[in-house]
């Protein structure tokens, strides 16, 4: 949050401005989280500001009530704010009185007597097999240039056929490329996993790196785009948008979707689930199983089927 913002809130600026740099610092969210946090707190003072009639001090954030939390709240709803957004400010504020509490600088326990909003369960939407070959093998197609066509075909076909994120594709080096056949990946919060590479995927690189026009240096961007950068998330989602519009996909055959597709399809063919979770980098395998859409009853037959304390049928 900058120091602009801040000024209206002088009393708070220590406190904000150290939690702010933890988030960055230690915990290391993402630079989307981040500028969310930012927005969450600094409407959660703008709010207070109106609420007490004058500007917050350490004090009133000590002695604030559920109800005056529960009033914020109803505020973003009148505003307009989904659930969702509701829940991720709450969130927000819960993480920042959380940090004054750990740190010893103040204790505000009305905040966790708050509870969420319900939430629909959110599942991922995946491509059937068929159009994730489509996708892959369209792309191409609506490059200006031979090499770009290439790059982002190469792309794709990592994040299908290894189950990367984008994010996670574009910000390989070239020097990440393994000599064998598993790539180290860096994944959230700079966790690293091992995925195997397929044939198919090196295959796609390796045309990619042949027709690229340019130098890519060893610990330079494996993907560049035609400024000689590291490639932009943006294009390779425009490119996708193409290729739906020309196939008749859905508005959620997304690049994320072919992650998606890549562990639905791994499970449909009989794939374990822990080693998908595994694979995609998930920390809670409750991610994984929302993540497949898979239903109750398949996690019990994996249970009655793996547990050591079960009997076998």
Request: aromatic content about 8%; proline content about 6%.
């Amino acid at each position: 949050m900058s120091e602009k913002k801040l000024i209206y809130y002088p009393a708070l600026l220590p406190l904000l401005t150290g939690w702010l740099d933890y988030l960055r610092t230690e915990k290391r969210v993402s630079v989307h989280t981040y500028e969310a946090y930012e927005r969450d707190l600094s409407g959660f003072f703008a709010f207070l500001t109106e609420h007490l009639a004058r500007s917050p001090t350490q004090s009133d954030l000590q002695n604030l009530q559920t109800t005056d939390f529960r009033s914020f709240l109803a505020r973003k709803r009148r505003d307009g704010l989904s659930p969702a957004s509701v829940a991720r400010t709450l969130s927000a504020l819960r993480a920042f009185f959380k940090f004054l509490r750990h740190n010893d600088i103040l204790h505000n326990e009305a905040i966790n007597a708050i509870n969420s909003p319900k939430l629909p369960p959110r599942l991922p939407k995946s491509l059937d097999e068929s159009s994730a070959k489509k996708s892959l093998a369209n792309i191409g197609e609506f490059a200006t240039e031979t090499w770009v066509g290439d790059r982002d075909i190469a792309v794709l076909t990592l994040l299908y056929g290894c189950g990367l994120r984008i994010s996670e594709a574009l910000n390989l080096n070239r020097s990440d490329l393994p000599d064998g056949d598993m790539l180290k990946v860096m994944g959230k919060r700079n966790k690293e996993r091992m995925v195997p590479m397929l044939p198919v995927v090196r295959a796609a690189i390796e045309k990619y790196m042949a027709s690229c026009p340019y130098n890519l240096p060893m610990e330079g961007p494996l993907f560049i785009g035609v400024q000689r950068k590291r490639l932009n998330a943006r294009m390779i989602q425009l490119a996708m948008q193409k290729v739906r519009e020309i196939l008749g996909l859905p508005p959620s055959a997304t690049p994320h979707a072919l992650r998606h597709s890549f562990a639905t399809h791994l499970l449909t063919a009989g794939g374990d689930l822990r080693t998908i979770q595994e694979l995609l980098g998930h920390a809670s395998l409750a991610t994984t199983q929302h993540y497949t859409d898979v239903d109750t009853a398949y996690l019990m037959e994996v249970y009655n089927n793996t547990h050591p304390g079960v009997p076998p049928k």
